[in-house]
C-alpha cells in the first residue's frame, strides 16, 4: 500500500525549518507505517520560504527574468528541504533523494523522499509521476490551506469552500500553465496529468495531523476532493 504525499514547502520551512512540525510530524508518519511492512510513503518535497527568497532576490537584482532561472533556483530549495526530510526519516527511508521522478529506482525502506526535477512544473507534477509510477491511485496535497476555495479568500469575502470538483472545473480555475511561484492549490500541469492518467487529488491543510491521519486511514476527513 503505497501513499503519495506532496508537501508544501510553506510547512516544512516557512523561512527556516519547522522543527515542532517536523517533530510531530515524523512521529506521526512513523505511527502510521508501523501499523505493518506493506505500508510505504512517498514524500516529494517543495521549496517553500527559501525558494520565495531567493526568487525574490534574483528578480529584484536581474529585472527581466527568466521563468527556467526561477524555476531552477525554487528547484534547488526543494533538494535543500528533501535532505532535511530524508535526514529526518534516514533509518526508514535508506534511498538517496530521488531528482528525476523517471529515472529507475528502488523502493527499498517505508518511505522514499523526492525534490525538484526541471523546469516546467512544480513538485505536484513530480508527485503525480511518482504515484503513476508506483500505481497509488491519490495524491495528497498538503498546504497551509485547509480546503479549495472558488476564489482567494483574502481578497474575496464571497469565496466559498469546496468539498469535491471534478478536473475540469478545477483546470478551469487554475489554469493550464505553470509560472514559477505561481499561488495555486495544485500545480495545472500536474493537474493535466493527473486527470489524464486517472489520480484522485486531496487537498488539506498540512499542520493538522489529525486530519492526515485521518486521510491515510481512509477516514472522513477535512479537504477538497479533485477528480
Known amino acids: 500500500m503505497i501513499q503519495v504525499l506532496s508537501v508544501g514547502g510553506s510547512i516544512v520551512v516557512p523561512q527556516q525549518p519547522n522543527e515542532s512540525f517536523l517533530r510531530d510530524f515524523s512521529a506521526r508518519i512513523r505511527k502510521w507505517l508501523s501499523v505493518s511492512k506493506e505500508r510505504k510513503l512517498i514524500m516529494v518535497v517543495g521549496g517553500g520560504g527559501p525558494a520565495r527568497m531567493y526568487q525574490t532576490a534574483y528578480k529584484n537584482i536581474a529585472g527581466s527574468t527568466s521563468n527556467d532561472e526561477a524555476d531552477w533556483i525554487g528547484i534547488m530549495a526543494t533538494r535543500l528541504n528533501a535532505q532535511l526530510l530524508k535526514a529526518v526519516f534516514s533509518d526508514i527511508c535508506p534511498n538517496p533523494v530521488v531528482y528525476d521522478p523517471t529515472a529507475p529506482a528502488d523502493f527499498a525502506g517505508q518511505v522514499l523522499i523526492a525534490a525538484g526535477w526541471k523546469p516546467g512544473f512544480s513538485t505536484d507534477n513530480d508527485a503525480v509521476l511518482l504515484a503513476e509510477r508506483f500505481s497509488a491511485k491519490q495524491v495528497v496535497n498538503l498546504s497551509n490551506i485547509e480546503k479549495v476555495y472558488t476564489d482567494d479568500p483574502k481578497k474575496n469575502p464571497d469565496a466559498k469552500p469546496i468539498d469535491s470538483i471534478s478536473w475540469d ?59
Open 169 to 227: 472545473g478545477f483546470i478551469q480555475m487554475v489554469g493550464t500553465e505553470w509560472v514559477p511561484g505561481k499561488n495555486v492549490p495544485f500545480d495545472p500541469v500536474a493537474s493535466l496529468r493527473a486527470q489524464k492518467a486517472g489520480i484522485r487529488v486531496i487537498c488539506a491543510g498540512g499542520t493538522d495531523l489529525d486530519n492526515l491521519d485521518c486521510i491515510l486511514n481512509g477516514l472522513p476527513f477535512k479537504g477538497t476532493t479533485i477528480g
